[in-house]
């Protein structure tokens, strides 16, 4: 996977309980010095980074956490540096990934990263399926109301996924798993057992 990056290594923004899916953008906030160096760095290059989440309770001997084994990488979409030197970013998801941290000789952590291949629905199940998520995206969101019809299943039910208030560990689960109907039959799962919120008054 071409990352600009001189020894194929990406940065890595670890965040716990983040997770950049592929299609969305998510806001950030840069100030600590060694982000301010990636954000830097990544300017004279390809804008690529991935978001990495730390592993509960393992470190490593010098204090970092672990991480898990797959993140999302994103593409810096747009930003803006303050006059104190933080940034704000935007950042686009592109793919899940699997990772593996790599040593550097930055102030941030990288990983090299290659696709987590998605493995596909039966053609006859998807239209069907499709229907499904579109009921529970809007029982949650009514503003996706209007909705592209050609939107592919993996967009929808990342959508949804994203709308389920859920422990960390079931997110992580359904974040990493490459079976598109585990994914959407965990994520309907999901949002039958976990209540929507009420109407505003």
Request: charged share 25%; proline share 11%; aromatic share 6%.
């Amino acid at each position: 996977m071409p990352t600009g990056a001189p020894n194929g290594a990406v940065p890595v923004f670890p965040l716990a309980n983040v997770y950049l899916f592929p299609g969305c953008v998510m806001p950030l906030h840069i100030f600590e010095p060694r982000y301010r160096q990636m954000i830097d760095d990544l300017l004279d290059r390809s804008g690529r980074l991935v978001m990495g989440t730390p592993r509960e309770g393992e470190t490593y001997s010098n204090g970092n956490p672990l991480l898990v084994d797959v993140g999302g990488l994103g593409e810096i979409g747009r930003h803006e540096r303050l006059p104190d030197g933080r940034y704000l970013v935007w950042l686009f998801g592109l793919a899940r990934v699997r990772i593996r941290e790599v040593p550097s000789t930055r102030l941030y952590r990288q990983v090299e990263c290659e696709p987590l291949v998605e493995i596909g629905m039966p053609a006859d199940e998807v239209d069907a399926a499709k229907q499904k998520v579109q009921c529970a995206l809007l029982a949650r969101s009514p503003e996706f109301l209007n909705l592209p019809e050609n939107l592919p299943l993996t967009h929808l039910v990342d959508l949804l996924t994203q709308r389920i208030p859920m422990p960390g560990s079931v997110m992580l689960e359904l974040f990493r798993e490459p079976d598109l109907k585990r994914r959407t039959e965990r994520a309907l799962s999901e949002h039958e057992r976990r209540p929507t919120l009420p109407p505003s008054a």
